[in-house]
Nanobody
Framework: VQLVEFGGGLVQPGGSLRLSCAAS????????MSWYRQAPGKGRESVAD????????NYANSVKGRFTISRDNANNTVYLQMNSLKPEDTAVYYC?????????WGQGTQVIVSS
């Protein structure tokens, strides 16, 4: 089982980034997928999640209206489009796959929002 995140980097406030998480080793289309983040000195928090078919999405209040989660089950990938980025969005972003008691995490990708 492997989850690999891509797309992090340094961006100015107000900018955009698109994170990708490529999955392998399990039946991706049957798993609930989430993005989490962990800022320096803080705990890990849920950012967004999406059901296995992509029909339902949920967002943290802090990112609602700015971030969009989506998935491509044909290519075993989940995305996080991040717009209007703020310095407080700076964190390591992780994707998570979950089905019942089974849960897998990626290694994370760093996002820094700074001028």
């Amino acid at each position: 089982v492997q989850l690999v995140e891509f797309g992090g980097g340094l961006v100015q406030p107000g900018g955009s980034l698109r994170l990708s998480c490529a999955a392998s080793g399990f039946t991706f289309s049957t798993y609930f997928m989430s993005w989490y983040r962990q800022a320096p000195g803080k705990g890990r928090e849920s950012v967004a999640d999406i059901t296995s078919t992509g029909g339902v999405t949920n967002y943290a209040n802090s990112v609602k209206g700015r971030f969009t989660i989506s998935r491509d089950n044909a290519n075993n990938t989940v995305y996080l489009q991040m717009n209007s980025l703020k310095p407080e969005d700076t964190a390591v972003y992780y994707c998570k796959a979950q089905r019942g008691s089974y849960a897998y995490w990626g290694q994370g990708t760093q996002v820094i929002v700074s001028s």
